[in-house]
Nanobody, 127 residues
Framework: QVQLVESGGGLVQAGGSLRLSCVAS????????MGWFRQAPGKERECVAA????????YYADSVKGRFTISRDNAENTVYLQMNSLKPEDTAVYYC????????????????????WGQGTQVTVSS
């Protein structure tokens, strides 16, 4: 099994920045990729960014390109999401997830390919 623990959420004004962290523990070798998803009230969960554990491939949702950066520190089993130029529409609960098994890069954005999920951290952006 894999455990994922997120941190770094909070309240920030529009235009501000936050950095989310996700520490993975347990059977890390079963993880192919890590993703950051978010879910706002009344909306479906969406992938905002993902990265293969090797770092060779990344995915960004169009809505966050140029503002968010995903990175990983393999030595620390940690994935980060640097969020800059935050907008009120970025307000959501953000979840870290681990993709089990090997998929094509197109699957990085697909929630059903992720077997491990963190508890979520709230990000609120005020206008």
């Amino acid at each position: 099994q894999v455990q994922l623990v997120e941190s770094g959420g909070g309240l920030v004004q529009a235009g501000g920045s936050l950095r989310l962290s996700c520490v993975a523990s347990g059977r890390i070798s079963s993880i192919h990729a890590m993703g950051w998803f978010r879910q706002a009230p009344g909306k479906e969960r969406e992938c905002v960014a993902a990265i293969t554990w090797s770092g060779g491939s990344t995915y960004y949702a169009d809505s966050v390109k140029g503002r968010f950066t995903i990175s990983r520190d393999n030595a620390e089993n940690t994935v980060y999401l640097q969020m800059n130029s935050l907008k009120p529409e970025d307000t959501a609960v953000y979840y870290c997830a681990g993709q089990k098994g090997v998929y094509t890069d197109n699957a990085l954005r697909a929630p059903y390919t992720y077997a491990y999920w963190g508890q979520g951290t709230q990000v609120t952006v005020s206008s």
